[in-house]
């Protein structure tokens, strides 16, 4: 027993001596009541909301906007600072080391003749950074995008007010919409935008209208890359926001309400929330045609910088057709649908469509929401918007293939009774077949032109689900023909009509 007690008492001393040996060792950490931080590299300073070391503080590991990697030695981070003389350092931590850095010599302001195009329009900071105890500032309050590149030991410090821009935005992809709405804290900071309307389009986060902000433009990544730039824009998803990431694609049109919140620490919350609808649209006028070089004219890829076969649509009520036709695509580039010779204006990408046809699966998308071949080729191509509900229908078809001759209809298959998105038939010479989903208990009909209703087929009183006579209907000023109905039973069927004979048929598929 007393052996047991012996043992038990050292075990205690040595407990004790271990928790006041770990405490020591915390305590010495190159000052007064240090505070504990993991290893990293730390913004502080009295104009900051962290007077002292802080795990909110900590900079954070981001991409190279130059090949969209992220680079260990690009560390980044979004925090509010008081104008003035207080400032902020950049520390960093290793162990019980710590490093304070302030600006180098050559650290200044960046003005308009010394920024280049796709950076912020704004005046910003950039340069060294030095071991010192000197303080970086800044002369306004506000919201800061601090980077440094840890290999280059180059800094930049940017003044950040966001905004959205792209095809869905009021500025297209030439001039951002600015949240600028917003009151001062270094806590937490709420950009945002009332009454901004947005189409079926993409877009993206940007601040301060600038795409990136570039620390050097010649270091080699590699297989021809070069460069060591930071993102100034966030893609993704409204959700799930990446630095630099794909295009935004908004779902439906209307009025929206946006914003952009910032909190120390944290990550950015966005929203955006639709208010109203927006005026329907009259495209008449617009003249649209294809951008990218993804389109080849005269054997030479057409390039980013021409629109090439501009034109105006058909009009048919709120249903506008533009159509291209022998249009030569490349594998090698991508393309969009832009208006005029401009990004001011509509551009149309790959996330904003419905892509049907017989050569839809010829073409995908990438990350700036582009229309992407998958092989080169020589197609016809027609876009169709709905004006009434902002829904875009792009028809991709290989080039010579005949128009449809004839076209279902009803509430029986997908179109509906919408004139306008009757689904077409295979065939010719009056034999037309199309294998679809029908469902149950409904009823069909089949026209010839998209947006009419005669000529029209239908059937008579001994019509049934699997087959019978056609009723042909040839101008409005004739009477409906009684309508098809469908099985009973949901699925896939094909249907098939001989307008020589004058019959139809509906088989389970």
Sequence with gaps: ??????????????????????????????????????????????????????AKGMMKVTRNEVLQEERADLLEIYIAVKGGTDGFNIVEVAGSTQTV????????VVGEADRDGDE????????????SADKFTVTADGLYHVMIDKELKKVAVVPVVWGVIGAATPGGWSNSTALSTYTFDLNTITFAGTEIELTKADYKFRYSDGWKVILDTEYDLGNGSKGIKVNTNFGGAVDALVPGGANIANAEGGVYTIEM????????AATVTKTGESTIKDYTNTELGLVGDGIIVADTANGWNFTTGLSKPVVSNTTYTWSWEGVEVSAAGSFKFREGQTWDNMSIGY??????????????????????????????????????TETYTVTIEAAGTPDPEMYMLGDGCTAGWDNTKALPMTGTNGEYTIITTLTAGKYIKFITTLGQWAPMYGTDANGTSTGGNLVFRETEAVADPASIPTPATDGTYTVSINTNTLTYTITAK
């Design 1 to 54: 027993m007393k052996k047991n007690l012996f043992k038990l008492s050292w075990l205690l001393i040595a407990a004790f001596v271990s928790f006041t040996a770990c405490n020591n060792d915390d305590d010495d950490n190159g000052g007064d009541n240090p505070i504990l931080v993991e290893d990293g590299i730390y913004v502080k300073g009295a104009g900051t909301a962290l007077a002292d070391l802080d």
């Design 101 to 108: 850095y302030g600006p180098g010599t050559d650290y200044v």
């Design 120 to 131: 912020p329009k704004v005046d910003f900071w950039r340069g060294s950074y030095t071991e």
């Design 261 to 268: 919140k910032w909190t120390l620490g944290g990550a950015y």
């Design 351 to 388: 996330p904003q469509v419905t892509v049907e046809g017989g050569a839809a699966s010829n073409f995908g998308t990438n990350n700036d929401g582009n229309f992407v071949p998958v092989a080169d080729g020589v197609f016809d191509i027609t876009l169709k918007i709905e004006a009434a």
